[in-house]
């Protein structure tokens, strides 16, 4: 019989942004007094749960994010690259009509192909790094539970192309709230279902940066 395997996809929690920037994969943006508090109660939403891997992207709020939940089940965090934020060419800019990176015309062909996008890394690409990384973690705790920290777009991208939806959408329409929960179950390599939950609280799916 196969065994059941649970891997929770957690958005990272708040992070300490007062630029208001895209931060993209830019080094040292912790998180914020809030985001710790997020994640400390997303530890305690999985305490009692059977989780066997901790798994993070490789950014400092992805890290900080899993540092918790690890340190409860007496865990070591496994970096994972393919967990990473995607790529984007607006990094390090604030992002707006009219107050940002959007006024300047020479940004205007950046956004010549929303679809693919052409501002940053393919969302075909996105869900597939995603797919290997979370068949890493299923594998890792088949028959428990994993825990793979990433980010808001990856996340949603890897849940829109495994309910066969189409890639590019409405970024106001996702449902990945900060340290959110999006849980895919499997038998044994199956995918058999898929939730979400917010353990931490609903937030704002356009607030800058993922």
């Given amino acids: 019989m196969s065994a059941r395997t649970l891997v929770h996809l957690l958005r990272h929690g708040e992070v300490h942004n007062p630029g208001g920037v895209l931060y993209g994969r830019l080094p040292g943006f912790r998180l914020a007094e809030n985001g710790r508090a997020q994640a400390e109660t997303v530890a305690k939403a999985l305490a009692e749960r059977d989780v066997t891997v901790v798994v993070a992207s490789p950014l400092q709020r992805a890290q900080e994010t899993a540092e918790p939940i690890a340190a409860t089940h007496g865990l070591e965090i496994l970096t994972e690259d393919r967990l990473i934020e995607a790529a984007n060419r607006f990094e390090g800019k604030t992002f707006g009509v009219g107050d940002g990176a959007l006024r300047r015309p020479r ?38 539970e994993a825990v793979c920290v990433s980010h808001q777009l990856p996340i949603w991208t890897l849940r829109r192309y495994l309910l066969g939806q189409r890639l590019w959408h409405d970024p106001r329409r996702r449902q990945c709230a900060l340290a959110s929960l999006t849980t895919l179950e499997f038998t044994g390599p199956e995918l058999t279902g898929l939730r979400y939950s917010e353990p931490a609280g609903a937030s704002d799916p356009t607030v800058t940066g993922a």
């Fill in 107 to 144: 940004n205007w062909p950046l956004l010549r192909d929303p679809f693919t996008p052409s501002w940053g890394e393919p969302y075909l690409q996105i869900a597939h790094r995603m797919l290997g990384a979370v068949h890493r973690a299923r594998a890792l705790a088949e028959g428990h």
